[in-house]
């Protein structure tokens, strides 16, 4: 397995695993976003135009929730 094979299998798995783990807390959710960009980086790496932009609006909606839920968070609400 190459370097850049290697980098897209993280970034994926990352994914899959800050989704699972979102609910116990909003930085999940926005490492969940950045998991989302590195695997936007990484179809752009290899050419896969779609798969990069539907990667960098699924961080860009996983970036509001954060921001929705940390403001949740802030304020006492949960």
Do not use: C, N, Q
């Not at 179809?43 to 949740?72: C, D, H, M, N, S």
């Amino acid at each position: 397995m190459d370097g850049l094979t290697a980098f897209g299998l993280v970034s994926v798995a990352a994914m899959l695993a800050f989704y699972a783990l979102e609910e116990r807390s909003h930085w999940w959710i926005a490492a969940f976003a950045g998991a989302s960009w590195a695997s936007a980086f990484y179809a752009w790496l290899v050419g896969a135009w779609p798969f990069t932009v539907v990667e960098l609006v699924w961080g860009a909606v996983a970036l509001r929730r954060f921001a929705r839920r940390r403001k949740i968070a802030t304020s006492g609400g949960g």
